[in-house]
């Protein structure tokens, strides 16, 4: 078969289970490991070459442990260090030893075990969150505290990837070999830290500035390849490589527009990965060893909970928060598909428990909507406990920044005077590098692209204000969260009159005309110093202000039909010296009496 052929089969079976889990409220893991049950030896059979295309999938998981690394900065992870490294690492310390004691009792050898229970400690994390963020429980107590789990799930899933492979022991070495790759791996460890940080900036600084997005994403991922490989070549695992090539950019003000354009690679990366582990279950378990495998999906789903549950008492959750805390991260997860592979790989696990452990994992995932439609089903009063579980938003960033210009600097200044987190996006690497030698921290990214706004937290900011130079990528930007953020209350900058009507015809409410303003205050300057009064120039200009606000507001419509626009301007100056006047005849009694 060509490989367009299995290109087509890949993607049609994708287009159709993916989407379709989605509605039942599987999710979109569980629907990339039906399609490729659907397509596999133990469905259609239309491809049977899975053991390559799982390792070209793997790719996906080195891809996604980049974008966590790139999520991972310092400062926001010292913030969340208590619930993600207390209940996260106990979570994960506990339910691997349960697993693991578990697994020995069965008859699986102590280091097969051992890789079983870590494996199986870990969380979906797309799953959890996704099934989470439909019930809108993501900004709730327990959810915080499950993202705090999953969080520290993903960073210990680091070191158990690189750790596995040596519970299958190796070749003996000499003192001296130890000492050399020791010497060999920091090296290229301490490498990896000084081009990152200081060289991989500069190239990324310079590539911007052609304003070529391809070679801008190419980049992106020679940056990911090329580590991956790196830490390869020493014995290390890729994914180890390229997570640390995340956190080295984590602070880079291309951190946003590095994730917006990889993530598209990652997600079908990972999806192939997901399917071609679905092509890979051993669904003949099902039938010859259906009570085992289900005793096993019970057990542990049971297991997490309860681990979950106590966590949840020890953390202060109420009864209900409990519950939904030990339904929503009790599956097994995507890192388990990757850890039990390099196990066997490593022969630290037969197939046969890795195939059964596989199953149990894959069968856990649709467990979890089905606990969620029970919970629901026996809460007499579902709605109940939800106030006092609510968390009021404390947003890291509830303002986006679109330009960073003079005009967007100083909006920068007076929310960084307050302690008010913003994401700042500007899409000049000369702007960039200008702002960052005066300590304000900017971001490499296109505003009106969705996947950099997405990366950028416009699903969850309140606010974004709109600065940006180009007439037309500031309407372009409009539409866009006109469209796909509506929670965004928008507050734009325009250049002139026609710039204001563009972005109102896209439902901006808050347009702020860039020179309308100092020009008034320009004008009230000038009146003072030829005689008038600071009362009166106050007033005129006050009045010239609610004038034109007014005009705008009421010749919106007619701004694309010129003659009709020219007519109309010329009416409002002719009502506007109308009103002066009557302004001064008002004022002049009280003169007259004041002589």
């Not at 490498?191 to 052609?210: M, Q, W």
């Not at 066997?344 to 606990?371: E, K």
């Not at 302690?419 to 971001?443: C, H, M, S, W």
Request: aromatic share 8%; with cysteine.
């Amino acid at each position: 078969m060509s490989l367009i052929a299995e290109a087509a089969i890949f993607l049609g079976a994708a287009v159709v289970a993916v989407p379709l889990s989605k509605r039942l409220g599987l999710g979109s893991v569980l629907g990339y490991l039906l399609a490729g049950a659907a397509i596999g030896p133990w469905g259609l059979r239309l491809v049977s070459d899975v053991e390559s295309i799982l390792h070209f999938g793997e790719f996906g998981v080195v891809l996604l442990l980049f974008l966590i690394g790139l999520e991972l900065q310092p400062e926001r992870l010292w913030t969340m260090r208590r619930p993600v490294f207390g209940l996260g690492g106990a979570q994960v310390t506990i339910s691997a030893v349960i697993l693991a004691a578990a697994s020995y009792g069965f008859g699986v050898p102590w280091q097969g075990a051992v890789a079983i229970g870590v494996a199986l400690s870990l969380s979906s994390t797309a799953f959890a969150l996704q099934i989470m963020a439909e019930k809108g429980h993501l900004t709730t107590r327990y959810g915080r505290s499950a993202f705090s789990i999953l969080l520290f799930q993903d960073i210990a899933a680091i070191p158990i990837i690189a750790l596995v492979p040596l519970l299958g022991g190796g070749k003996e070495m000499t003192g001296a070999d130890i000492w050399i790759d020791g010497l060999t791996i920091a090296g290229v460890i301490a490498a990896v830290i000084v081009v990152g940080r200081y060289l991989l900036k500069f190239v990324l600084s310079n590539i911007a500035e052609t304003g070529l997005r391809e070679i801008f994403t190419a980049c992106g991922l020679l940056t990911v390849v090329g580590t991956a490989l790196l830490m390869q070549s020493v014995g290390l695992s890729m994914a180890l490589g390229a997570f640390l090539a995340g956190v080295l950019l984590a602070d880079s003000e291309y951190r946003h527009a590095l994730e917006a354009d990889i993530e598209p690679f990652k997600g079908l990366l990972l999806g192939l990965f997901f399917i071609a582990v679905g092509m890979s279950v051993n669904f003949g378990l099902l039938i010859t060893e259906f009570l085992v495998v289900i005793g096993c999906v019970v057990g542990l789903v049971a297991a997490k909970a309860l681990v979950l549950w106590g966590l949840g008492v020890v953390s202060g959750l109420k009864g209900m928060a409990r519950r939904n805390l030990a339904i929503a991260i009790s599956q097994g997860g995507e890192f388990a598909f990757v850890i039990l592979g390099i196990a066997v790989g490593a022969s630290v696990l037969s197939r046969g428990h890795a195939d059964m452990a596989i199953l149990v994992v894959t069968l856990s995932m649709a467990v979890t909507p089905l606990l969620y439609l029970i919970s629901d089903r026996f809460n007499s009063q579902p709605q109940a406990e939800v106030p006092d579980d609510a968390m009021p938003e404390e947003l890291e960033h509830p303002v986006i920044i679109a330009g960073f210009g003079r005009f967007g600097q100083i909006i920068g200044r007076m929310l960084r005077a307050k302690r008010i987190g913003f994401t700042a996006l500007e899409l000049d690497p000369n702007q960039i590098n200008f702002v960052a030698k005066y300590g304000n921290k900017i971001y490499y990214g296109d505003s009106t692209r969705f996947d950099v706004m997405l990366a950028a937290g416009a699903r969850e900011a309140k606010v974004l204000l709109l600065a940006v130079d180009d007439p037309d990528q500031s309407v372009r930007t409009a539409e866009l969260v006109k469209e796909r953020f509506p929670n965004l209350t928008v507050i734009a900058r325009a250049k002139d009159r026609q710039h204001a009507y563009r972005l109102m015809e896209q439902g901006v409410a808050h347009v702020i005309r860039e020179t309308f303003h100092s020009g008034i205050e320009a004008g009230r300057i000038t009146l003072e110093n030829i005689g008038y009064a600071s009362k009166d120039a106050k007033h005129i200009a006050e009045l010239f202000r609610d004038h034109d606000e007014r005009r705008l507001k009421n010749q919106y419509g007619q701004h694309n039909d010129e003659k009709a626009f020219q007519e109309s301007a010329r009416a409002w100056a002719d009502e506007l010296e109308e009103i002066f006047a009557q302004d001064a005849l008002d004022d002049k009694p009280e003169e007259d009496e004041a002589k």
